[in-house]
């Protein structure tokens, strides 16, 4: 698979990371050097073979249905969350305006 | 009285527990060591407090007569993976540059609990992506050891870098590591040290900082094998807030350790021997097999038919899952912002991201969201997926013929740094033999098993079953009482 600017582009865009003109033209090649690598892929039979989604066999627990059953990751934590936000306000995360 | 950072970490434990010397003149000897090693770049952020805490708390215990914690005196580097509240923690990227977190990572929790004290945070690389340690924004880490005659600095391994130059350089007598696609065993083969990754699952993944989450497993990196083992008993538990945490009581791991290999199968993958493959490894290899033959082993070659496609499952899908776990990073909730004049969200997102994250995480970042994107994910992301069930399907087969495998930990000794910087695929092909057993969520380790021509250290892995973290040590014992290895790097720092 060959990736050029255009793409790098777009899946810089849909990452959030902006990036140059000079690093798109950088990253083409470096992509599709590493994507051309990864396409031999392809060569596996995989009739039949239901993709992986747990490495070791494990269910999924349920916790019991009530609030703040886990102090740590419950509610009432606020200001612990605030702590590290780049800008709060009244106990708010704020970001630019984004209605006009 | 001899260098007390000269001692491992049963060493210390049973000189605390003896009264042979107290915990506070450990921590302070490890101390002094770390603030002198600065030419290593392996610290990020130096805590001499809460080592010598924990240390007067073991004094303290032992004073008043109390059984001590498992830990107790025990002084431990911790990788700057893992979040420990109110110590600046960033993943070595400048996208978390002044984040201190709220909470305690849950394994670091659990190592306090057993007593342990914290010399520092250890650099890596960036988000654990790496394998040299040169993606850190902080710096690189450069490993004690050196080519004679030479003083290019070489690469310590990654990404737990940190990690494995602090243990090597006896900063500290064990460290925490993280491993990903190899994170802990490549770089403990550089530097002459043993690591363990267990079974996926063992360890709680509750405040360790995610880069791939269906493969990311904490474990324990330290002078010897029976360190190892008793540092990954206090780390290992089931945590009810990792949802992919396993429900089981951890074994008594150093008490069953055993180094008679007597009625085991030692399984020899045939696609391990793979082309190029320097003649030192092989030679290294084989001495590996002799030893644990001497240990009463069977040998028996085995195949992992899919082992060539290990490297390409895994670069679709860490990637994959990292451009999913680091959206999280947007410059509103913690971190980095970078928010241009007149910038709105998108642009803040994007001008964040930009900034805060090096090279190689944009790189991973946009593989991972090419590989995931329309149109792409099946052909890449599913299919690697089904190659991954088959990978572990090849290991399941080999469990019939063996009880564990045993294969070099990486293709060559350390190399210098910027070696291979320039070349983002001859890196990734350092984690060609940690890759597999990653991928298929099994316990493997790295012991040391001699030097190359150059005198640095090349290592061997052991893998084995999935929850038989024993039969990994216990091998991996056998081949640490054959080949005797003792070198250590002279200290230049």
């Known amino acids: 698979m060959s990736v050029d600017t255009a793409t790098v582009k777009k899946v810089a865009a849909l990452a959030r990371i902006a990036i140059t003109d000079e690093d798109a033209s950088r990253l083409a090649p470096e992509l599709s050097n590493i994507l051309g690598w990864i396409e031999q892929l392809g060569e596996v039979d995989t009739t039949g073979i239901e993709p992986m989604t747990a490495v070791i066999p494990n269910t999924l627990r349920l916790r019991d249905d009530v609030v703040n059953a886990d102090p740590l990751t419950g509610g009432g934590i606020r200001e612990a969350l605030m702590t590290n936000a780049p800008q709060a306000e009244h106990g708010f995360f704020t970001v630019p305006k984004v209605i006009e | ?493």
């Not at chain 2, 993280?178 to 065993?185: E, F, H, K, L, N």
């Not at chain 2, 010897?224 to 540092?231: E, K, L, P, S």
């Not at chain 2, 012991?447 to 061997?460: Q, T």
């Open chain 2, 1 to 493: 009285m001899a260098d007390l950072t000269d001692l491992g970490i049963a060493g210390i434990r049973d000189g605390v527990r003896t009264g042979a010397f107290s915990a506070t003149e450990v921590a302070d000897a490890f101390v002094v060591k770390v603030a002198k090693a600065k030419p290593l770049n392996a610290f990020l952020v130096e805590t001499p407090d809460h080592a010598l805490a924990a240390a007067r708390a073991a004094d303290a215990a032992r004073a008043a007569g109390e059984t001590l914690k498992p830990l107790a005196g025990v002084p431990i580097g911790m990788k700057d993976l893992f979040c420990t509240k109110g110590v600046a923690t960033t993943a070595a990227s400048h996208i978390l540059e002044g984040f201190v977190p709220t909470y305690e990572s849950t394994v670091s929790q659990n190592l306090w609990d057993a007593g342990a004290g914290m010399l520092g945070k250890l650099n890596m690389d960036q988000f654990a992506m790496g394998s040299s340690n040169e993606t850190s924004a902080f710096g690189n880490v450069v490993s004690p050891w050196r080519r004679p005659g030479d003083a290019a600095p070489l690469a310590p391994g990654g990404s737990s870098g940190g990690s494995s130059s602090a243990v090597a350089a006896r900063l500290v007598p064990g460290a925490t590591g993280t491993d990903t696609g190899g994170s802990i065993r490549q770089p403990a083969a550089f530097v002459g040290i043993s690591g363990i990754k267990p079974t996926y699952g063992r360890c709680s993944r509750w405040g360790t900082i995610a880069f791939a989450s269906s493969l990311d497993q904490a474990g324990p990196m330290a002078r010897d094998v029976r360190d190892c083992a008793i540092m990954l008993e206090a780390m290992a538990g089931f945590d009810a807030k990792d949802a992919t945490s396993l429900k089981l009581d951890v074994p008594k791991w150093e008490h069953g350790l055993s180094s008679n290999m007597a009625g085991k199968r030692v399984g020899i993958p045939r696609e391990y021997r793979v082309d190029g493959m320097p003649g030192e490894i092989e030679a290294l290899w084989q001495a590996g097999i002799d030893w644990l033959k001497d240990a009463g082993a069977e040998i028996v070659e085995v195949s992992l038919p899919h082992t060539r496609y290990a490297l390409p499952a895994y670069y679709i899908i860490a990637p994959a899952e990292a451009s999913s776990n680091l959206a999280r990073y947007d410059g509103v909730r913690y971190g980095l912002r970078d928010l241009p004049e007149g910038a709105g969200l998108q642009d803040m997102y994007a001008a964040t991201r930009a900034d805060g994250f090096g090279a190689e995480v944009k790189r991973r970042i946009m593989i991972g969201t090419y590989v995931l994107s329309a149109g792409f994910y099946d052909a890449y992301y599913t299919q690697a997926q089904k190659v991954r069930a088959l990978i572990a399907r090849d290991f399941d087969r080999a469990w019939e013929q063996c009880d564990v495998l045993l294969t070099p930990t990486a293709p060559s000794a350390a190399f210098a740094l910027g070696e291979k910087s320039a070349d983002p695929l001859a890196m990734y092909l350092n984690d060609v033999f940690t890759v597999p057993s990653s991928l298929a969520g099994l316990p493997a380790m790295s012991v040391p098993g001699g030097l190359d021509k150059d005198g640095l250290p090349l290592g061997l892995q052991i893998i084995g079953k999935a929850l038989d973290e024993q039969g990994v040590l216990n091998a991996g014992l056998a081949i640490e009482q054959r080949a005797g290895f003792t070198a250590r790097p002279d200290a230049w720092w």
